[in-house]
């Protein structure tokens, strides 16, 4: 057990945070830190093929060990964190025989992860769990699927009585910032199907996953002293305002769940001439999510039309971009891939949990680029914040999902 955490607590205490307003690849130069050292791991553990391109794409090859060809499986990870919480300094914390009650990250500033909260912790007593200090996120997503996947190949590599066929791996960066396939050479890393080791709690098997859009809508106004401003001042923050009034209440991310849908405003910068709003448009139904973007092109358009007069231009640009679209349609023409996960989890006892994910994953674009490419969980909870853990045991339990799907391929299509 102290293995699988000392390579966790490895890379988490690396600060690999993306960050969406950088146009290079990686989007932050601090994620070349773990890429390096990951490349030098995977050759230190007898990987073939090590390679890292200029944009810190890592790739490797486990060799097959059989006398007959099986289709080539990969497994695919993120090494970069969210900017939605930073991941500097690092403090991971380890509390062992977990005894389900309140675990305190942090006494000075009272920040206390607790089972009456979030109740998920309570199928982890008597594990052992990796919590963060309350001051940073964890990094378990994606840190822990590096550590299950790295830790899965040296297994193998220490254990050639155990048959396989060819295996991949690749790590990516900028997978938090939607642009973690950007790069991905498909063709290079010549695997049939992958997974991605992306998922939260133990058992989870995802191969449907939201569409999703991108919006910024930058309002603009016009600034006159507030005393003699009656009929002459638009104020650019109160149209943003009542843009976000026309959104649908109840069709957000806390009022919704399963295969809901929501808007979501993610940002507001303004000023009296200048508010830019961003928001994020989610929904399973590729249908419905054309809709929600029609939506928004609506209201856009109205109060455009309501000040044209006044302004005398659209007071208001919007800007909407796709980002990835739900697998679904990519991996249903080829469900075996799905079904022998699911039986290497049941092999494992592991009950697997097939839902939506209500997120993207790499897995999502990779699928849209030819590589089909359901996900895996990774073990961890709460992910993107400062309540972030994962228990040790279930990232044990994916290093043996990644070695069962590798034997079980190996004799499904034994000739
Ligand atoms: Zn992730």
Redo the contacts with the bound molecule.
Sequence with gaps: MQHIIDRFIGYVTVDTESDPESNTTPSTAKQWDLANKLVEELKQIGLSDVSIDDKSYVMATLPSNLDYEVPTIGFVS?FDTTPDFTGKDVKPQIVKNYDGGDIVLNKELNIVLSPSYFKDLLLYKGQTLITTDGTTLLGA??KAGITEIMTAMEYLVQNPQIKHGTLKVCFTPD??IGRGADHFDVEKFGADWAYTM?GSQIGELEYENFNAAGVKIRFKGKSVHPGYAKGKMINSMLLANKFISKLPKDETPETTKNYEGFFHVTNIQGSIEDTLVQLIIRDHNRNKFEKRKEYVEEVVAKINKKYQKQFGEDIAILEIKDQYYNMRDKVAPVMHIVKLAEQAMKELNIKPLIKPIRGG?DGSRLSFMGLPCPNIFAGGHN?HGKYEYVPVESMQKAVEVIVKIAELNAIQNKK
Aim: charged share 60%.
């Design positions: 993120h997503d994606d997978e938090e992306d994953t992910f």
